[in-house]
């Protein structure tokens, strides 16, 4: 079992930026995967970006060159730095890790973990 903790969301207005970190404990060997993904009202959830334990990343093209995805191996902290949001960032996010696992993705369906989310609002 894995436990996800995210933190780090809030309130910004548009051009501002967000740092989330997301905390694993519990199962936490390689390789793995881990993701960002978001889910607005009324939306499905899409991904965000992703990476593995060989640090390759993956972007969804609406965040590449705003959003930097990190991973802290020593601590099992995700980041996620998000520059110039948009109000179309609105959402909440949710951090998802998979393990045994090899190559960033950003289908749901394949990820096990879960986090609770963190709510990200920005304002025109």
């Known amino acids: 079992q894995v436990q996800l903790a995210e933190s780090g969301g809030g309130s910004v207005q548009a051009g501002g930026s967000l740092r989330l970190s997301c905390v694993a404990s519990g199962h936490t060997y390689r390789p793995y995967c881990m993701a960002w993904f978001r889910q607005a009202p009324g939306k499905e959830r899409e991904g965000v970006a992703s990476?593995?334990?060989?640090?390759?990343?993956l972007y969804a093209d609406s965040v590449k060159g705003r959003f930097t995805i990190s991973l802290d191996n020593a601590k099992y902290t995700l980041n996620l730095q998000m520059n110039n949001l948009k109000p179309e960032d609105t959402a909440m996010y949710y951090c998802a890790t998979e393990r045994p696992c090899v190559g960033p993705r950003l289908n749901a369906s394949q990820y096990s973990y879960w986090g609770q989310g963190t709510q990200v609002t920005v304002s025109s």
């Open positions: 990476t593995d334990s060989y640090d390759r990343t």
